[in-house]
Protein backbone atom coordinates (compact mmCIF):
# COMPACT_ATOMS: atom_id res chain seq x y z
CA UNK A 1 0.00 0.00 0.00
CA UNK A 2 0.89 3.40 -0.94
CA UNK A 3 2.18 5.60 2.37
CA UNK A 4 0.05 8.10 2.04
CA UNK A 5 -3.19 5.47 1.63
CA UNK A 6 -1.45 3.21 4.79
CA UNK A 7 -1.65 6.99 6.79
CA UNK A 8 -5.27 7.66 5.91
CA UNK A 9 -6.75 3.92 6.85
CA UNK A 10 -4.57 3.55 10.13
CA UNK A 11 -7.53 5.68 12.15
CA UNK A 12 -9.17 4.69 15.27
CA UNK A 13 -11.21 1.44 15.08
CA UNK A 14 -13.48 0.74 18.16
CA UNK A 15 -15.42 -2.32 16.91
CA UNK A 16 -13.54 -5.94 16.43
CA UNK A 17 -14.05 -9.39 15.11
CA UNK A 18 -13.73 -11.66 18.18
CA UNK A 19 -10.79 -13.55 16.80
CA UNK A 20 -7.45 -13.52 18.76
CA UNK A 21 -4.59 -11.21 17.45
CA UNK A 22 -1.61 -12.89 17.42
CA UNK A 23 0.79 -12.93 19.70
CA UNK A 24 4.08 -12.24 17.29
CA UNK A 25 1.46 -9.32 16.06
CA UNK A 26 1.48 -7.81 19.40
CA UNK A 27 5.01 -8.19 20.31
CA UNK A 28 5.73 -7.09 16.88
CA UNK A 29 4.21 -3.84 17.86
CA UNK A 30 6.11 -3.27 20.53
CA UNK A 31 9.26 -3.99 18.86
CA UNK A 32 8.58 -0.94 16.24
CA UNK A 33 7.54 1.26 19.63
CA UNK A 34 10.82 0.03 20.95
CA UNK A 35 12.63 1.62 18.16
CA UNK A 36 11.17 4.72 17.97
CA UNK A 37 13.17 7.87 18.13
CA UNK A 38 13.27 9.77 21.43
CA UNK A 39 14.66 12.30 23.23
CA UNK A 40 18.43 12.11 24.16
CA UNK A 41 17.28 8.47 23.36
CA UNK A 42 16.87 7.69 26.90
CA UNK A 43 14.09 5.14 25.96
CA UNK A 44 11.42 5.32 29.34
CA UNK A 45 8.99 3.90 27.79
CA UNK A 46 7.53 0.01 28.84
CA UNK A 47 4.88 -2.21 27.89
CA UNK A 48 2.35 -4.54 29.04
CA UNK A 49 0.85 -6.87 26.28
CA UNK A 50 -2.85 -7.70 27.81
CA UNK A 51 -3.68 -11.18 25.35
CA UNK A 52 -5.32 -14.15 27.69
CA UNK A 53 -8.75 -13.83 27.45
CA UNK A 54 -9.56 -13.17 31.26
CA UNK A 55 -7.23 -10.18 31.48
CA UNK A 56 -8.69 -8.59 28.75
CA UNK A 57 -12.30 -9.35 29.54
CA UNK A 58 -11.24 -7.24 32.90
CA UNK A 59 -9.67 -4.19 31.32
CA UNK A 60 -12.82 -3.91 29.61
CA UNK A 61 -14.80 -1.86 31.84
CA UNK A 62 -12.10 0.49 32.88
CA UNK A 63 -11.54 1.83 29.30
CA UNK A 64 -13.92 4.24 28.16
CA UNK A 65 -14.81 4.87 24.31
CA UNK A 66 -15.91 7.64 22.02
CA UNK A 67 -16.70 10.53 24.41
CA UNK A 68 -18.55 12.25 21.20
CA UNK A 69 -20.65 9.57 20.70
CA UNK A 70 -23.73 8.19 22.88
CA UNK A 71 -22.76 4.87 24.19
CA UNK A 72 -25.22 3.03 21.88
CA UNK A 73 -23.10 4.25 19.21
CA UNK A 74 -19.48 4.73 19.89
CA UNK A 75 -19.25 1.92 22.83
CA UNK A 76 -18.70 -1.76 21.59
CA UNK A 77 -21.21 -4.10 22.41
CA UNK A 78 -20.04 -7.65 24.27
CA UNK A 79 -19.17 -9.02 20.08
CA UNK A 80 -17.45 -5.99 19.60
CA UNK A 81 -14.62 -5.77 21.84
CA UNK A 82 -11.48 -5.67 20.94
CA UNK A 83 -9.61 -8.51 21.85
CA UNK A 84 -5.92 -7.48 23.20
CA UNK A 85 -4.37 -4.26 25.06
CA UNK A 86 -1.04 -2.75 25.05
CA UNK A 87 -0.19 -1.31 28.57
CA UNK A 88 2.09 1.94 27.50
CA UNK A 89 3.92 3.31 30.37
CA UNK A 90 6.32 5.51 31.74
CA UNK A 91 9.37 4.29 33.73
CA UNK A 92 9.55 7.70 36.08
CA UNK A 93 12.79 5.79 37.70
CA UNK A 94 14.85 7.18 34.62
CA UNK A 95 15.52 10.80 33.87
CA UNK A 96 13.75 12.46 30.90
CA UNK A 97 10.63 11.03 30.67
CA UNK A 98 8.54 12.70 27.94
CA UNK A 99 4.89 13.01 26.42
CA UNK A 100 6.44 13.47 23.11
CA UNK A 101 8.29 9.89 23.09
CA UNK A 102 5.11 8.23 24.39
CA UNK A 103 3.74 9.89 21.31
CA UNK A 104 5.88 9.05 19.34
CA UNK A 105 5.53 5.07 20.12
CA UNK A 106 2.21 5.15 20.39
CA UNK A 107 2.42 6.32 16.04
CA UNK A 108 4.90 3.13 15.82
CA UNK A 109 2.73 1.02 17.51
CA UNK A 110 -0.32 1.56 15.66
CA UNK A 111 1.20 1.61 12.63
CA UNK A 112 3.19 -1.56 13.04
CA UNK A 113 -0.18 -3.16 14.08
CA UNK A 114 -1.95 -1.71 11.45
CA UNK A 115 0.18 -3.14 8.74
CA UNK A 116 -0.94 -6.44 9.31
CA UNK A 117 -4.67 -5.22 9.35
CA UNK A 118 -5.14 -5.01 13.35
CA UNK A 119 -7.12 -1.82 14.28
CA UNK A 120 -6.26 -0.02 17.20
CA UNK A 121 -7.60 2.85 19.58
CA UNK A 122 -5.35 4.90 21.76
CA UNK A 123 -7.21 5.64 25.22
CA UNK A 124 -6.27 7.93 27.68
CA UNK A 125 -9.81 8.04 29.41
CA UNK A 126 -9.18 5.13 31.38
CA UNK A 127 -9.49 4.06 34.72
CA UNK A 128 -5.29 4.50 35.81
CA UNK A 129 -6.07 3.38 39.69
CA UNK A 130 -7.92 0.09 39.05
CA UNK A 131 -5.72 -0.59 35.74
CA UNK A 132 -2.47 0.52 37.82
CA UNK A 133 -3.69 -2.18 40.35
CA UNK A 134 -4.58 -4.33 37.39
CA UNK A 135 -1.58 -4.62 36.10
CA UNK A 136 0.78 -4.58 38.98
CA UNK A 137 3.23 -1.79 38.25
CA UNK A 138 6.71 -1.95 39.09
CA UNK A 139 7.31 0.87 41.85
CA UNK A 140 8.03 4.14 39.92
CA UNK A 141 6.14 2.88 36.63
CA UNK A 142 3.65 5.09 35.65
CA UNK A 143 0.37 4.35 33.37
CA UNK A 144 -0.04 6.47 30.29
CA UNK A 145 -2.42 5.08 28.06
CA UNK A 146 -4.44 1.60 27.03
CA UNK A 147 -3.84 0.57 23.03
CA UNK A 148 -7.34 -1.41 22.32
CA UNK A 149 -6.25 -3.42 19.19
CA UNK A 150 -8.29 -5.90 17.14
CA UNK A 151 -8.85 -7.20 13.39
CA UNK A 152 -11.80 -4.20 12.77
CA UNK A 153 -15.11 -4.69 11.44
CA UNK A 154 -16.19 -1.21 10.30
CA UNK A 155 -14.09 1.39 8.41
CA UNK A 156 -13.26 4.71 9.41
CA UNK A 157 -13.72 7.76 6.46
CA UNK A 158 -11.51 11.07 6.96
CA UNK A 159 -14.08 13.68 5.81
CA UNK A 160 -13.79 17.79 4.88
CA UNK A 161 -14.48 19.64 8.24
CA UNK A 162 -18.34 20.93 8.56
CA UNK A 163 -18.56 24.39 10.54
CA UNK A 164 -15.14 23.89 12.04
CA UNK A 165 -16.23 20.43 14.18
CA UNK A 166 -13.55 18.13 15.37
CA UNK A 167 -16.40 15.49 16.37
CA UNK A 168 -16.09 12.34 14.47
CA UNK A 169 -19.31 10.44 13.76
CA UNK A 170 -21.12 7.05 11.99
CA UNK A 171 -22.38 7.41 8.92
CA UNK A 172 -25.94 5.49 7.43
CA UNK A 173 -23.58 2.02 7.66
CA UNK A 174 -21.97 3.08 11.06
CA UNK A 175 -18.79 3.86 9.74
CA UNK A 176 -16.69 6.09 11.50
CA UNK A 177 -16.35 9.49 9.74
CA UNK A 178 -13.70 11.36 10.95
CA UNK A 179 -13.23 15.41 10.28
CA UNK A 180 -9.64 16.69 9.58
CA UNK A 181 -8.30 20.23 9.24
CA UNK A 182 -7.77 21.42 5.72
CA UNK A 183 -4.30 21.45 4.09
CA UNK A 184 -5.05 25.50 3.51
CA UNK A 185 -5.90 25.55 7.41
CA UNK A 186 -2.76 23.32 8.50
CA UNK A 187 -0.28 24.46 6.41
CA UNK A 188 0.27 27.88 7.37
CA UNK A 189 3.30 28.89 5.16
CA UNK A 190 6.12 27.63 2.84
CA UNK A 191 9.13 30.64 3.05
C1 LIG B 1 -3.87 10.72 23.25
C2 LIG B 1 -5.16 10.10 22.73
C3 LIG B 1 -6.12 9.67 23.64
C4 LIG B 1 -7.30 9.08 23.18
N1 LIG B 1 -8.21 8.59 24.08
C5 LIG B 1 -9.32 7.97 23.62
C6 LIG B 1 -10.22 7.35 24.53
O1 LIG B 1 -10.01 7.35 25.74
N2 LIG B 1 -11.32 6.73 24.03
C7 LIG B 1 -11.56 6.68 22.67
O2 LIG B 1 -12.57 6.07 22.27
N3 LIG B 1 -10.72 7.25 21.78
C8 LIG B 1 -9.61 7.87 22.22
N4 LIG B 1 -8.71 8.41 21.33
C9 LIG B 1 -8.99 8.35 19.89
C10 LIG B 1 -9.34 9.74 19.33
O3 LIG B 1 -10.68 10.02 19.64
C11 LIG B 1 -9.10 9.72 17.81
O4 LIG B 1 -7.72 9.62 17.59
C12 LIG B 1 -9.63 10.99 17.14
O5 LIG B 1 -11.03 11.04 17.23
C13 LIG B 1 -9.24 11.08 15.68
O6 LIG B 1 -9.56 9.89 15.01
P1 LIG B 1 -8.44 9.17 14.17
O7 LIG B 1 -7.50 8.53 15.18
O8 LIG B 1 -9.14 8.16 13.34
O9 LIG B 1 -7.73 10.22 13.38
C14 LIG B 1 -7.53 8.97 21.77
C15 LIG B 1 -6.53 9.38 20.87
C16 LIG B 1 -5.36 9.91 21.34
C17 LIG B 1 -4.28 10.30 20.35
Known sequence: MDMMEFLRSRRTYRRFAQRAVPHEILTEAVDAARMASCGANRQTVRYIV???????????????WAAYLPPEQGTPKADELPTAFIAVLQDDNLPGASDV???????????????????????????RPALKELLALPEGVRLCYMVALGYPTHESHLVEMQDGSVKYYLDADRNYCVPKRGMDEVLLKTL
Open 50 to 64: VESADAVATVQPLVH
Open 101 to 127: DVGLALGSLTAAAWAHGVGSCIMGAID
